[in-house]
DNA sequence: CATGAATGAGGATTCATTCAT
DNA sequence: CATGAATGAATCCTCATTCAT
């Protein structure tokens, strides 16, 4: 039965695997399509070409963060409490896949220019959400008004990524949604007692 | 006078010019030896292969960080202060060099392993500098004792990252080093207000 | 109407027009089917593979050139009329369609074995009409008969094709019918004066 | 020894011979580069890619016809000889180099637009020798001066050529040169007795 | 008869590295 | 110390062809 899962999702879920286990440098087209079960000649039905396969994985993988934060922003709770279910959700689904944790925190950090802008386009949606709850924020008179929100939103998203990049260079060894606590008081409170 | 310079550096400098005008994929050692107005053959007398040509430019690139931190770290000031100092420290060598800006913020983001793990060990020398002042701060009473030390110094740096890459990759075009009130202000307050 | 067109015709008048502004190289199978409405599947239906598709376009177009060949060859007129019709009747066919023009001259002088192999024996036949006339003039002693009969043709016919080369390559600009008196002389008399 | 021979020539005269074989089809980069005794990467430090190989072995092998050529045009001998020589140099070239012979008249024929551009403009050096010395015939009144030069010219190459290639399509077994004599009567008197 | 999704063999080219001079 | 010509391994992608429906 070929009807089991669309090639499209196939493909995506076994560049996951690959590159996480080898690095996209690693990851030959070939044994993306082995892992695949298909062939290579396969991907180029579905993909234009290497690079494009990394971004699909990246925009269908963001998908999960874009929904579930989206959900969260539109929660009828309080700034603060949408904030640690931010930092939650975000640590949860990666927690919950190491394999996507690698993808993300290591090997999307591409660094040829055109792979770089597509991914950013893809994260800016992401970041939208984090815009609308601070703005929220401050419109509630929760948060700072005296700081420009992209820099807030920054120093949010820097510890969150610094943070989730440790664990996965780490190891994954310790758990990571244990952290959101802590993350959500600093990103609160910051260091000061 | 090129005689004056040992070779070494020539290259060094050399490396980071051309890594940022062209990325690290697009920077052959021909073309980096070009720059150095040294032949390609004289690369391999000075550096064991290509990716020693990068973590060699880091470790020469981090050192002012750390020599500079390392003197903030031991001013006879206060935590906040040095705080202060430590954020200004790093967006002003940002700031004054823009090509090195973009190599540490984007073309050392390289994925493979072995490099992956050479950097790291580089980086660690200059975020024990940060552990040196957190922790002096938690002793004297100034900030949190309640969380970890590696997480806050995760946080601090996360921030200072970010925020840093995104001004390189928006073009260096407004000014970094006067972010430096706002983002020591969340450091040590948070978001709220 | 493309249900009264047999799919075959159907198939290598795409192919002509195909090839014509492609080239045989960036003539893909796909593109073939495409300008000829059918599915790329159904192509193997009519076709062997893709040399049959050349090969076939050649033989059916050929066949053009033959038949009307053939009736000149047999009226009551002159050898010296009869070759005038030759050369009328080659560049004519040529000239009302340029898409043919440019498959024959330029796209059909395919390199490989098979390929030249099967082309030369579908030409064969063409040229066994030219033979025919030339028999007929030397036996009329209204031609040379100190010169090898394939030596007469293969000036006839490389004159014709290299004029008519030259037309294709020049973009089909001026008109090619018109130099049928000039050929005709050249091939009668020579250059001499 | 790395003397011997000028790397450049030995590629060239490598792919003549593996392009004669195997056709340029079936004469991969590597293949050349084996037969020239050479790296595959070496090639590319005398051609710019593999039709830059074909384009310069048309260069470098028209020279010679180019440069006996031009020593005939000048010889202060009458047109009717020079016709003759012209004639006579062509088929002797192709002659003493089957493997040239086959590469100029079958595989150099290529179709596709860029290569045939090339090439033409290297074949016109040639062809505006023929031009002078018809200009010259014409002008000497040897030659008709009713019918338009470049169709005089076109007359004359399009039989050399034809005659060439039936000769090398039937395996090159009788004796081009000797086909001297008749070719230049049928330039210059035409097939009529 | 007709479809078109899937196949997978095949090859030009780049570029880090070496080593004879 | 310095050179730079030569090396050769390594891989993405195309596209003619098949065959289950």
Redesign the interface.
């Known amino acids: 039965m070929k009807r089991e899962k669309p090639k499209y999702m196939q493909i995506i879920d076994a560049a996951v695997i690959v590159i996480a286990e080898n690095?996209?440098?690693g990851s030959q087209v070939a044994k993306i399509a082995k892992q695949a079960g298909v062939a290579d000649g396969t991907i180029y039905l579905y993909f234009k070409n290497k690079d494009d396969i990394l971004i699909s994985v990246f925009k269908e993988k963001m998908g999960v963060f874009i929904e579930r934060l989206r959900e969260i922003a539109h929660r009828p709770i309080s700034t603060?409490e949408k904030?640690y279910e931010l930092v939650k959700n975000h640590y949860t689904i990666l927690q919950n896949d190491h394999h996507l944790a690698i993808v993300t925190q290591?090997?999307l950090?591409?660094?040829?220019?055109p792979l770089?802008t597509k991914i950013?386009d893809i994260l800016r949606e992401y970041l939208s959400l984090y815009d609308y709850i601070?703005k929220e924020?401050i419109e509630n008179?929760?948060?700072?008004?005296?700081?420009?929100i992209?820099?807030?939103r920054?120093?949010?998203?820097?510890?969150?990524?610094?943070?989730s990049t440790?664990w996965v260079?780490t190891g994954q060894k310790h758990d990571l949604v244990s952290?959101t606590d802590?993350?959500h008081?600093?990103?609160?409170?910051?260091?000061?007692?």
């Open positions: 690095g996209y440098h603060e904030l290591l090997e950090r591409q660094t040829r220019k770089r950013s601070l924020g008179g929760v948060l700072k008004d005296s700081i420009d992209r820099l807030l920054q120093a949010i998203f820097g510890m969150i990524d610094e943070t440790s260079m952290l802590e993350v008081q600093l990103i609160l409170h910051g260091l000061k007692k």
